[in-house]
DNA sequence: TCAAATGTTTGATC
DNA sequence: GGATCAAACATTTG
């Protein structure tokens, strides 16, 4: 579920919570979010404080005063302060004043803790709502022979778009999402660096799109899958021009556009 | 009833 | 290096 918007929605949920708060102990449950001991885990976080909580790319980097704890969402997960445990409840940190929860049916998210950050994430690309624009455009002129929707969600390249946002995007811009990146015009690819920010900016202010298991806190979900003009809209109209939008599958994933508007 | 779909990343293979 | 595909898992949808 979870990309930059809903992320960055988590993250100011929980971040007044816990900023400034302890870390009593903690307990696993699941082989696929901890990959390592969970004893080793518990006794790295057992003890410290929690300095603030901040999002790299769809990463939730919580800091303690010794190392960082990360916790990506996944597809399914939920990082909720004082949230209810149940079946899926994979991981419970209690804190001085209260717990932190982390729910997940499908398991495909992750939970571990680094000196800084682990290699693998300080790689990744820019973060979409940071990028310049000069940046982004220099970006794509770089990749050769790249569909341009496979390549925004490659989060090498850039980080925190994933499938809704990226069709979000390339539907604003007018874009093709099987359009060749490297050629993409250059007045084209700002407009797709202009759309993207403002797709991601108009998100967040909705505090993400619930379309099936995420929510930000106990029981709030947000408001922006009302927003989405091609992600699911399979069949429908399209608001621009009323010619039914497309779904294809592209780079494996579930691709939506409208075939007039959009082009490559 | 069953295949296919679902926002994620990863690791293997070409 | 980079693209592509399948896999990890649980649940819902057609």
Known sequence: MPELPEVETVVRTVAPKLTGRR???ARFSSKHVVRENFARLARRVAGRSIHGVTRHGKFIVIALDRGNLLVHLGMTGRLIVDGRTGPYTRAVFELDEGELVYNDPRQFGRIEWSEGLPDRVARLG???LAVTEAEFVARLKARRRAQIKPLLLNQAF???LGNIYAD??????GIHPHAD???LSRPRARRLHAAMVEVLRAAIANKGSSISDYVYDEGRG???QQHLLAYGRTGEPCERCGAPIRRIVLGGRGTHYCPKCQRV
């Open 222 to 224: 947000g408001s922006h």
């Open 181 to 183: 990146a490297a050629r």
């Open 126 to 128: 820019p973060d979409a």
């Open 23 to 25: 870390i009593v102990s």
């Open 158 to 160: 850039l980080r925190g």
């Open 168 to 173: 979000e995007a390339l539907f604003a811009a």
